[in-house]
């Protein structure tokens, strides 16, 4: 059964520090689930991997190109989650040139476990990692579900379209227009 409201862990996050001299000016910072999700309304979707194929052609870049027209939706935030540590993700970001979507680094992988989406992906040598899924959540609870089919541990295929940025827009503007 879907839980209802998103689990409480705290991230270990890397932030840029100017006061901190060096070629790496970085430090740790603590992000909490109430952090990201307390008092808005957001888009979360969760992938198998930074720099993976799909997520860096498609899934990441038309969230980036489709943030205004969520905004328009109602929604404050999108946020990218992943089984990746905070160096992999913020690396990604920069390499994928993305301003307006936001990171949550899930390098344990707790979150996903107590969302219920945690897989193996041995059979790429990923170890555990993130089912592909996404969800509309208010003020931490979950209002919209967007699970890929066939979730299974070494899945051979990696589906995508349910937790298209695409499909979400739509069954956010659906919603909309049924309740006007
Ligand atoms: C992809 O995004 O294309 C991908 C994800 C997980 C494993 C392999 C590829």
């Not at 993305?98 to 945690?118: A, C, N, Q, V």
């Amino acid at each position: 059964m879907l839980r209802k409201r998103v689990p409480d862990v705290t991230f270990r996050t890397r932030v840029r520090d100017e006061s901190i001299e060096g070629p790496n000016p970085y430090r740790w910072e603590n992000k909490t689930t109430a952090d990201y999700f307390s008092g808005k309304r957001v888009v979360l979707f969760s992938l198998p991997g930074a720099f993976t194929p799909t997520c860096s052609n498609y899934q990441l870049p038309d969230f980036e190109k489709l943030h205004d027209e969520f905004k328009a939706e109602g929604i404050d935030e999108i946020y990218c989650i992943s089984v990746n540590d905070a160096f992999v993700m913020n690396a990604w970001a920069r390499h994928q040139g993305i301003e307006k979507i936001k990171f949550i680094p899930d390098g344990s992988g707790e979150f996903t476990r107590k969302m219920g989406m945690l897989v193996a992906k041995d059979n790429l040598g990923f170890g555990m990692r993130s089912w592909r899924y996404a969800a509309v959540v208010n003020d931490g609870m979950i209002e919209q579900w967007f699970e890929e089919e066939g979730f299974a541990d070494n899945c051979e295929t990696d589906p995508y379209g349910v937790s298209s940025p695409q499909n979400i827009l739509e069954n956010l503007r659906a919603r909309e227009s049924a309740a006007a």
